[in-house]
């Protein structure tokens, strides 16, 4: 069993030790971590990352976390391969309980014998804590990623699929007059078949 990688930007809260009203936390990765950050997300650079988060437990044992994350990076254009720069600005909202208590909670609603009633609204089931601790640095990473253009493009630049041979056209599509090419010799010699 291998093990987990450790987080390109952490910092963990204790859940056990969170005050009763709750904290509130802004944190910054420093300079070695944006490094970090930047191999993870796989882009060429990571200028900034910081958030702003307000942790408390609610009903049930359930840690509720709220806020937000601001980063400043840059991608590279997938076409040209010119850098693209990026800011992010997302809202974040995540619950989190501890295996003990979600154990608890599962034992008590067996007691009580509640009724399961699966809804489409029903909010998402809180995640697991591993250890009791969360994990915000880590948190803002990643909604950073579920965010991420994919396919950055430098402004203007766009991918035209009708200057390649073949890929707009379907199965109609075929190479100019005196095209060369391995595309080109297979329209031919399909254009030679009898059919």
């Known amino acids: 069993m291998t093990a987990a990688a450790e987080p390109a930007f952490s910092f963990v809260v204790e859940i056990e030790r969170l005050p009763s009203a709750g904290g509130q936390y802004d944190i910054a990765a420093n300079a070695e971590a944006l490094v970090r950050v930047a191999q993870s997300l796989e882009v060429a650079e990571v200028k900034s990352l910081r958030a702003q988060f307000a942790v408390k437990t609610g009903a049930g044992g359930i840690v509720h976390v709220k806020g937000a994350v601001h980063a400043e990076l840059t991608q590279t254009c997938v076409v040209t391969l010119v850098p693209v720069p990026a800011v992010i600005d997302e809202e974040v909202e995540a619950s989190f309980i501890t295996v003990e208590r979600a154990a608890r909670n599962k034992k008590k609603a067996k007691d009580d014998e509640e ?23 880590e948190l803002a990473v990643t909604q950073v990623a579920l965010v991420l253009d994919p396919y950055p493009r430098a402004p203007g630049v766009s991918f035209d699929a009708a200057r390649w041979p073949g890929s707009a056209g379907g199965k109609d599509s075929a190479p100019e007059e005196g095209a060369s090419g391995p595309f080109a010799a297979l329209a031919k010699l399909k254009k030679n078949q009898p059919n």
């Open 115 to 137: 009724e399961l009633v699966i809804s489409l609204d029903a909010e998402d089931p809180p995640d697991i804590a591993e250890d009791g601790r969360i994990d915000l640095g």
